[in-house]
């Protein structure tokens, strides 16, 4: 059968604003870049992040609000365009990418990735469909043609919960320099915790939920802000549920008038600039390249020595504080070190590995697409 060597296609459920969904936006940008036909395939083209598709990429829009209705499309999709690949990111788009590819016949290549410690996220989980994650892949996954992790120690955990083969897992790191960040660093930002002469900042960013940890980033907060003048900016938006717990903890803490969550921006690269330093407080990670975002602008960073990804973007503690998950007091011994000046400068080059241009070739040699 023939396919199209030019035409790649990447496949989501929607664009929401995390980490994954943010990653292939900036994959499908680094593909067209290349020369490259792209289509973003969505079961609902919506989300936070829509309007950052370029606009040289071609939203395939299924329309569906089911497995069976989505998996139909799917096949559709692939036996009348019959891309080279199919780059699919989360559960369950990378199990139906992999069945429709042999429901299609079509001799497009799959490349699934896990962008997150599927042991961890499973074992949180409410819902039983979630919880059984991990059985599903295990069934699934060895028939993709390509099983990409976002960190080394992503592919343990798949090795470990899967039966993966590690010679068998490819470990790409998803782009987190893109060269819009130091543009987007200088943007003006109209807040009046940035004006000079203004107590530090510090910054979290990330969705309002449990993996997050913002109750430990709370407290160690305070046991900071109750030695020097000090404030801490959130990032990021969640249920209203978990953000009501939040509000009461800021409340029982009583730090309230230093403590701000600020919701969704678009533009938390004007933020970091502008802040004292970065706190990922995190229980579990597949990647978290919003540490790397923060390295980019020039931040320094503390972080919980998570599963996974932290370890890997500090080099082990070289170029960032990590601290164990859960420790508000190591977080704030941590914090108080940077603001005293303590930061290790980041070695020159180090943060290429997780540049955009840097991530687009190693997923064209796995795809096996050349471009041109």
Known sequence: MIHDQSRVALFLRYVGGGGAETAMVYLARGFAEQGLKVDFILCQ?????????????????????????????????????????????????????????????????????????????SRHETRLSKRLTPWIAKLAYPRADAVVAVSHGVAQDLHQVLGLPLSEIDVIYNPGVTPEIASKAQEPLEHPWF??????????????????????????FAQVRAQRPVRLVILGWGPEAEQRRLEALIEELGIGA????????????????????????????????????????????????????????????????????????AMARAIAQVLDGKTPPVKAGWLEQFSLGAIVQQYLQVAQVTPG
């Open 195 to 220: 004006a000079a002469g203004e107590p530090p900042v510090i910054l979290g960013v990330g969705k309002l939920e449990m993996q997050k940890d913002f109750p430990t980033l709370l407290q160690a």
């Open 258 to 329: 230093d403590v701000q969550l600020a919701g969704y921006v678009n533009n938390p690269y004007a933020y970091m600039a502008r802040s004292a330093l970065f706190v990922l407080s995190s229980r579990w990670e597949g990647l978290p390249f919003v540490l790397v975002e923060a390295m980019a602008v020039g931040l320094p960073v503390v972080s919980t020595n998570c599963e996974s990804g932290p370890a890997e973007i500090l080099d082990h503690g070289q170029y960032g504080t990590l601290v164990p998950v859960g420790d508000a007091q």
């Open 45 to 121: 083209a919506t989300g936070t992040h829509l309007w950052k598709i370029p606009a040289d990429v071609r939203i395939i829009n299924l329309n569906s609000n089911n497995h069976v209705a989505t998996l139909k499309a799917l096949v559709d999709y692939l036996r009348k365009e019959r891309p080279a690949v199919l780059l699919s990111a989360l559960h369950f788009n990378n199990e139906l990418a992999i069945l429709a590819k042999h429901w299609a016949r079509v001799p497009t290549r799959v490349v699934v990735c896990e962008q997150n410690t599927l042991s961890q996220r």
